[in-house]
């Protein structure tokens, strides 16, 4: 295989993972890549997708759309998208210039104090906080149209105890769409359950594809946020 086309599958296997993966993981990833799977056949593109799903607890739906996005963005213009292989080469240089002309350190102060949470927002967890500020996004993206809200409730009927508990707080979402205490008292785990509805329920209004555009954009929206530096959103996937 070509430079340019190992190139393009590091970039295009950092660009996928990147909402799912921290930055050490999304390393990870590319040095799997670059191991075992450099390889040009869809079922070596299957395995390595497999592969980093498994590696890092990435959901059976999500990986299902990685399979299209990964094969999608293989034939797209991959100019603008980095080399993760020259971000970590860049990123060593960098440390050892600074490492060349800084003085030995003092020893090391005490962290500092995390910055308190917005007055309006303080009454919400952070996970919720998170979860607001991602749904909110992904809502604002919606036609006015869309039946989002039974869409979603279809997904969740059955006689689970997991269902019948979606479904009431689906319900209580529905009835205000933009406030979010109803979902006070919820842990990480059973946000991250609604959010897996959620898009499994956008896969089925705009497809797979479009579907994670969605969630790019609204986890790239939620990063641009200072919580996000204390609940990252890719917790809840």
């Known amino acids: 295989m070509n430079h340019e086309m ?11 993972f990147q909402p799912f993966l921290n930055e050490q993981q999304l390393m990870e990833s590319v040095q799997i890549l670059e191991r075992g799977y450099q390889t040009d056949s869809v079922s070596n593109l299957i395995a390595y ?22 094969h999608q963005m293989m034939f797209e213009n991959t100019d603008s998208l980095v080399d993760p292989l020259a971000l970590a080469q860049g990123n060593k240089q960098s440390t050892l210039s600074k490492k060349a002309v800084e003085p030995s350190p003092a020893p090391a102060a005490a962290p ?57 707080l689906i319900m209580q979402w529905a009835d205000s769409p933009d406030k979010f205490d109803w979902a006070t008292a919820l842990n990480e785990k059973m946000l991250a359950d609604l959010v897996h509805v959620v898009y499994t329920t956008l896969c ?9 555009n969605a969630f790019h954009r609204a986890v790239a929206y939620c990063e641009q946020k200072p919580e996000a530096r204390l609940f990252p959103p890719s917790r809840f996937f």
């Open 204 to 212: 089925d209004i705009l497809g797979p594809i479009n579907a994670d």
């Open 6 to 16: 190992r190139q393009r599958r590091r970039k295009v296997a950092w660009a996928c």
């Open 112 to 168: 500092a104090p995390q910055p308190p949470l917005p007055e309006e927002t303080a009454a919400l967890p952070l996970p919720v906080l998170i979860f607001s500020y991602f749904m909110q996004q992904i809502i604002a993206g919606l036609a006015d149209d869309v039946d989002f809200f039974p869409i979603m409730l279809e997904h969740v009927k059955g006689d689970s105890q997991q269902n019948k508990q979606s479904f009431d």
């Open 49 to 70: 997708i497999s592969k980093i799903c498994t590696e890092f607890g990435i959901g059976g739906e999500i990986r299902k759309s990685l399979y299209s996005r990964f």
